[in-house]
Antibody
Framework: QVLLVESGGGVVQPGRSLGLSCAAS????????MHWVRQPPGEGLEWVAA????????NYVDSVKGRFTVSRDNSKNTLYLQMNSLRAEDTAVYYC????????????WGKGTTVTVSS | EIVMTQSPATLSVSPGERATLSCRAS??????LAWYQQKPGQAPRLLIY???TRATGIPARFSGSGSGTEFTLTISSLQSEDFAVYYC????????FGQGTKVEIK
């Protein structure tokens, strides 16, 4: 069974940092590009970041460039998102998402982890 | 950035009826268009990719069409489990989503 399980969410003050993890199972993690997608409360979906299967290529939405870092450890089947200088507008559910390599759509989603940035 | 616009925002449909959802791209995305279904408290689920290919396990009552800038998701006969929010997404130039269409019970 293909599973993505996010963890690490919580309440954090503006300007502070938080790290998210996503544990993958049921498929060959190292063969897939992985993404983070977020959803603010009551709003739509926003792509945040992507990392290639080997971890060599990374891309970010403009609003998080320079603040967020996506990475992966294929030996641990785990995806990460390090979030620094957090802002209120980063408050959202963060989903870990799988992309079939080279196909660009998103076929498997985790249940998400909630990040709340508030003083 | 490619902007995706979905219409209507809310669609009220009776069970068993047909639902037609629209998605427009601000510039051509070819056939690089996906549809996702999201129920309250759940993650999105892939329905359609490549504008018209159903994902694994998706019932045949879901169909997608279109190319370029105009796309449609059709649910031929709405079942109770189909009432949800539907998002289109382009993946031709990075990734952007529409704002969603809520399909509610009439």
């Amino acid at each position: 069974q293909v599973l993505l399980v996010e963890s690490g969410g919580g309440v954090v003050q503006p300007g502070r940092s938080l790290g998210l993890s996503c544990a993958a199972s049921g498929f060959t993690f190292s063969s897939y590009t992985m993404h983070w997608v977020r959803q603010p409360p009551g709003e739509g979906l926003e792509w945040v970041a992507a990392v290639s299967s080997a971890g060599s290529h990374k891309n970010y939405v403009d609003s998080v460039k320079g603040r967020f870092t996506v990475s992966r450890d294929n030996s641990k089947n785990t995806l990460y998102l390090q979030m620094n200088s957090l802002r209120a507008e980063d408050t959202a559910v963060y989903y870990c998402v799988r992309e079939p390599n080279g196909l660009y759509y998103m076929d498997v989603w985790g249940k998400g982890t909630t990040v709340t940035v508030s003083s | 950035e490619i902007v995706m616009t979905q219409s209507p925002a809310t669609l009220s449909v009776s069970p068993g009826e047909r639902a037609t959802l629209s998605c427009r791209a601000s510039q051509s995305v070819s056939s690089s268009l996906a549809w996702y279904q999201q129920k309250p408290g759940q993650a999105p689920r892939l329905l359609i990719y490549g504008a018209s290919t159903r994902a694994t396990g998706i019932p045949a009552r879901f169909s997608g069409s279109g190319s370029g800038t105009e796309f449609t998701l059709t649910i031929s006969s709405l079942q109770s489990e189909d009432f949800a929010v539907y998002y289109c997404q382009q993946y031709n130039n990075w990734w952007t989503f529409g704002q969603g269409t809520k399909v509610e019970i009439k």
